[in-house]
């Protein structure tokens, strides 16, 4: 929970959402190299980023489109507007990830970015 409270997106939900944010999302070791999430494939869980460093990219641009560090966050596009996979993501060094599924995503994140609008 303590990593979670770091991401500042999260830093809007209170103490209690987030402990139950954090009881079920899932931790990941991520091998340098190692793809994430591939452009075009169905999403189906939103990611934050607790250690390393992972690539953006999407097919058939040269090299990244930008470098997601500790405290970013991706996959909400493909699951809040309910469409494919709109980049790839790809450590670049081993790297830490924490993930929650849909369900879990529409009850505790999405209405963090409805907040925005």
Do not use: W
């Amino acid at each position: 929970m303590t990593e979670l409270s770091q991401i500042g997106l999260l830093q809007e939900l209170p103490g209690e959402r987030l402990t139950k944010l954090a009881q079920k999302m899932k931790r990941a070791e991520v091998a340098a190299g190692s793809p994430v999430v591939l452009q075009d494939e169905e999403g189906d869980h939103f990611y934050v980023v607790l250690r390393g460093l992972l690539a953006v990219s999407n097919k058939g641009a040269l090299g990244p489109r930008r470098v997601l560090r500790p405290g970013d966050y991706f996959g909400e596009v493909a699951l809040a507007m309910n469409v494919p996979r709109t980049a790839s993501v790809t450590a670049l060094t081993p790297t830490t990830v924490a993930s929650c599924d849909r369900q879990t995503f529409d009850q505790f994140v999405r209405p963090l970015f409805a907040d925005d609008e």
